[in-house]
């Protein structure tokens, strides 16, 4: 089944750190391209992350020095590692294969001050 599923998500003071998990099943996930979004209430889904196969990242800017994306080729799963979080971090954070419409149900952060 082909499939992307997200977890970690919660709630967690300003300040603090949670890590999120997307686990793929049935796709080359070792030369996927995965994305992390993200998207706040009343706004648009925006990009966090974006790492390579062979392990590039990049990232938005207003995540750069906070967040950290990361993943295991061989447990098919990409990493979010959130620290230093703000209030303005909170929405739900979803997974997607670059260049296709597979995604993830998503993983509600909230931030509280």
């Known amino acids: 089944q082909v499939q992307l599923v997200e977890s970690g998500g919660g709630l967690v003071q300003a300040g603090g750190s949670l890590r999120l998990s997307c686990a793929a099943s049935g796709i080359t996930f070792r030369v996927a391209i995965m994305t992390w979004y993200r998207q706040a209430p009343g706004k648009q889904r925006e990009v966090v992350a974006r790492i390579t196969g062979g392990g590039t990242a990049n990232y938005a800017e207003f995540v750069k020095g906070r967040f950290a994306i990361s993943r295991d080729n061989v447990k098919s799963t990409v990493y979010l590692q959130m620290n230093s979080l703000e209030p303005e971090d909170t929405g739900v954070y979803y997974c997607?294969?670059?260049?296709?419409?597979?995604w993830g149900q998503g993983t509600l952060v909230t931030v509280s001050s």
């Open positions: 997607n294969q670059f260049g296709t419409s597979l």
